[in-house]
């Protein structure tokens, strides 16, 4: 099925679900890249506390990008069905 075969809605929810995925996929991957550039050198001697605090960052740099990304689709989709 083509994704400008589906109604807006059904499209919405898809978009929602993927959002909602890529959110935690970005979550998990900020942590875990600042947990191992920071907190897993050899010489490190300080805590790993902010290393938390990145799962947030990469979370609130996705959504915008995800948002673009639904916004650039959907006037694509839009411009397509008027030919």
């Known amino acids: 099925m083509k994704l400008s075969e589906l109604t807006w809605p059904m499209r919405a929810v898809a978009y929602l679900f993927i959002g909602l995925v890529g959110s935690v996929v970005a979550f998990h991957a900020g942590m875990q890249f600042e947990t191992s550039r920071h907190c897993s050198a050899p010489n490190?001697?300080?805590e790993?506390?902010?290393a938390g605090l990145a799962g947030p960052?990469?979370?609130?740099a996705f959504i915008?990008?995800?948002a673009l990304?639904?916004?650039v689709t959907e006037l694509m989709l839009l411009r397509a069905s008027r030919r």
């Open 64 to 66: 915008p990008a995800a």
């Open 57 to 60: 960052v990469w979370t609130a």
């Open 69 to 71: 990304l639904v916004l």
């Open 44 to 46: 490190f001697d300080g």
């Open 48 to 50: 790993c506390d902010l």
